[in-house]
């Protein structure tokens, strides 16, 4: 006894069997409580809530404060070794160690009595909390929580807190309390424990009254789940095995594994699934999730209970049921298991052919979420209808349910990374030959230009253009070439290990700008430069990843530009200030703005992503290669440099005004 | 005299190439943009067509269909090639993928010149498409 137990090690102990009720819901009072069960909750609630707790089981039969003085102090001991040091030590002297354990039974009666978590000060002058685990109106059980200091608490005078968290003294005469003989006690044994303890050190925080209202709360909250969780064995196990669902699912979806076979996976997902429907007693059982699918789809990853004639299926469908997808996001809670009412979805085609084939029996879907990480696709969930009123299944359906919980895991940890692997090896195929057209265009053009010369009297000055021609193309070359370079240079963090050097803001503009003018030119695109930055003085930078910045980001303003309009690099000293209570460091701001396409709301993180590229940017020049911005990025996060665009619609036309603004801070 | 069609969206390969095949005497039609060069194609008589593949998608255009690009030569092939079956249609381009370069004969080209290429490479290949 005491010893706490995981999920695995009681489904073993088990084995064969059916678990038992947490209390005998006959008696509850009179019963003992399943230590085994209470001991998983335990600590299942005090890693949730991140809370330490103390439970103490009442005797059975007894009442008053013997009912607790009597009572079974394993849980609560097991909670001991993570007390303050402050309070261990109070307990390790005899008189102190009774002195909170009066304190103790006192309230949980008090508790008791009052059917809800009660706040107090104990001996010591901290804020404690008792909260009764209630099982058909009996209290079986009661939570203890605690050790914390209130703000400018009077450690002598026990004072009773109020609903509304503040302390007010006790009336004399006030219900079970005598205050000034207590008072005498205590504050008796308050001095010998201040005389041993005064150089205790790691007092508990103090508490506010709020954060007393906040933990009143919480712990009815705990309690009320154990109330509810104890009445009844079968929704105990299928919960808990729905929570190991949750925590297998999450865990595994944490780790990346290797691509596997993944038809293999899918058989062994759909025999296991069939096993899954019949412990969760369902009519069919679909696993759905937006991995894979459209921005208005989801994908079945498998179904049980169905035939292929009903509902065929193969590995991964796509549906295109919006309205199920809607749902989904905005109706359900993806933290709860929830009981549908058919109707309720028969709005949606899909849910209303799956309806038609099962007349009878409860018109009820469950849905049970199985959470993903953030960065993931929301939701996955089992999805099902109810046939009958459930059973607790064998072994061998619990271990098939364990296979498929391992099943979806690998799954969804397959789908998702084929399709990354795909996503990344069709943006790198299509980056390459997006490169070699950016490479082999101005080779061809510097091939027929120096044909033409070699081909042809021309006078000097056409000779002379020709020549300039030539060099725009090699300068294109330069650039792509230079790209390419700098994205080796971050992938092995070179970088890091070169200096930073004074540079001027002003020279570095000016000389990107030359080698975008004959671009520009072409298309009536004025470069314009604030001519206050040849007053700055230079800033300390990597000169080569500045300059490459300088040049993407004005490249992908004149690229992007409409014709005839014009790009505009404006700057300005920024001072260091006070922002939000913090010191913020002066620096540079530099402003690269636009006219041409747009760039939208939930696009403004992702262009700087490596290959990614807009609809818009592809539309507007098929063969950019999507690198640009991510060496940018690259810049501003060696710098502590920070960006933020701006792109508002102008009236009247189609184009869009686009700011680039990013920031240098002093000393990066 | 040859008469030829080039649509390319590359400007001074526009220019450059236009006056080499002049220096050939032949008479060159020019152009970036696509919907000039669909009008030409069907109101004028051409012996052969030289275009690009991977351009800005027309007004009009499906993007997704061309690939926001990547194929947008493609499919203008296809539409000439289905207005005159008998005007040969040469493509001039840097993709080197095998789907692709497949893509373009399925729409009706008769030869891929890749970029880079020396004028006198790209002289005997539409030379040669000319006699096919």
Known sequence: ?668 | MVKILYLEDEDVLVDVLTELLQLLGWEVKSTKSIPDALQWFQEQDFDIVLLDIMMTPAEGMDSKKVDYGRETGIEVARQMYELKPSVPIVAFTVLRDEQLRAKIFQAGAVDIINKPAEFDDIRIRLQQALRK
């Open chain 1, 1 to 668: 006894m005491g010893e706490h137990m995981d999920f695995e090690t009681l489904l073993a102990k088990y084995a064969g069997g059916k678990v038992p009720p947490l209390v005998d819901s006959q008696d509850p009072e009179a019963s003992s409580i399943n230590m085994d069960l209470l001991s998983i909750y335990h600590e299942g609630l005090m890693a949730k809530y991140k809370i330490l707790l103390g439970i103490l089981i009442a005797a059975p039969g007894k009442s008053g404060e013997s009912k607790w003085r009597d009572g079974d102090f394993t849980l609560n001991a097991w909670a001991k070794p993570n007390w303050s040091p402050f309070c261990r030590l109070r307990r390790e002297s005899t008189d102190g160690d009774k002195a909170c354990e009066r304190c103790d039974f006192w309230h949980a009666m008090m508790a008791e009595r009052k059917q809800r978590t009660v706040a107090y000060l104990c001996d010591a002058g901290l804020v404690d909390f008792a909260t009764p685990i209630i099982v058909k109106n009996k209290t079986v059980a009661m939570l203890f929580c605690g050790q914390s200091r209130p703000i400018g608490g009077q450690v002598w005078n026990q004072e009773f807190i109020q609903d509304d968290g503040t302390f007010r003294p006790l009336q004399p005469g006030e219900r079970g309390v005598d205050a000034s003989v207590v008072s005498q006690q205590r504050i008796e044994l308050i001095v010998q424990s201040a005389e041993s303890f005064k150089e205790t050190l790691e007092l508990p925080d103090p508490i506010s009254p709020d954060e007393v209202l906040f933990k009143q709360q919480l712990l009815d909250n705990i309690a009320a789940q154990l109330s509810e969780l104890a009445t009844s064995n079968y929704d105990l196990q299928r919960r808990s095995v729905i929570d190991q669902i949750r925590e297998r699912i999450t865990d595994s979806l944490g780790r990346l594994g290797s691509a596997g076979d993944s038809d293999a996976v899918w058989r062994k997902l759909s025999e296991g699934l069939d096993s899954v429907r019949k412990f969760l007693a369902l009519d069919y059982c679909l696993v759905l999730s937006s991995f894979g699918g459209t921005q208005k789809g989801l994908t079945v990853l498998c179904q049980a209970g169905l035939s292929e004639k009903d509902f065929p299926t193969r590995g991964a469908e796509r549906t295109d049921e919006y309205t199920l997808q809607q749902w989904i996001e905005f109706a359900w809670n993806p933290q709860k298991t929830v009981l549908i009412k058919l109707r309720d979805l028969r709005r949606v085609p899909f849910i209303d052919r799956l309806a038609r084939l099962h007349r009878r029996g409860q018109q009820y879907v469950v849905a049970i979420p199985l959470p993903v990480p953030k960065d993931l696709a929301q939701p996955v969930m089992i999805l099902g209808r109810i046939h009958k009123e459930p059973e607790i299944e064998s072994d061998e359906a619990q271990e098939a349910l364990k296979q498929f919980v391992e099943g979806v895991a690998q799954v969804i940890e397959i789908v998702v990374l084929v399709e990354e692997l795909e996503e990344r090896a069709r943006q790198q195929a299509l980056f390459l030959e997006n490169v070699a057209h950016n490479i082999r265009t101005p080779i061809q053009n510097v091939i027929l230009e120096a044909e033409l010369m070699t081909r042809t009297d021309l006078p000097a000055q056409l000779m002379e253009r020709r020549a300039r021609r030539i060099a725009t193309q090699v300068r294109r070359l330069h650039i792509v070439s230079l790209n390419a370079w700098t994205l080796v240079n971050i992938d092995q963090k070179a970088f890091e290990n070169q200096k930073k050097q004074h540079v001027s803001v002003f020279d570095t503009i000016m000389g990107q700008r030359k080698s975008l003018l004959d671009l520009a030119r072409g298309r009536g695109i004025k470069i314009t430069v604030d001519r206050e930055l040849q007053d700055w003085p230079p800033i300390r930078v990597n000169p080569d990843l500045f300059s490459q910045t300088v040049l993407n980001l004005m490249d992908n303003a004149v690229k992007y530009s409409a014709d005839e309009t014009e790009v505009r690099i404006d700057g300005r000293r920024v001072p260091a200030e006070i922002v939000d209570g913090k010191p913020r460091l002066g620096g540079v701001e530099l402003s690269f703005v636009n006219r041409g396409i747009p760039i939208k709301e939930d696009q403004k993180e992702k262009i700087f992503q490596r290959y990614y590229r807009t609809v818009e940017a592809k539309k507007r020049i098929p063969t950019g290669t999507g690198i640009g911005l991510a060496i940018v990025q690259a810049f501003l996060e060696h710098h502590d440099g920070t960006v933020k665009i701006n792109s508002e619609p102008i009236p009247g036309t189609q184009h869009y005004v686009t700011e680039f603004r990013i920031f240098i801070p002093e000393g990066a």
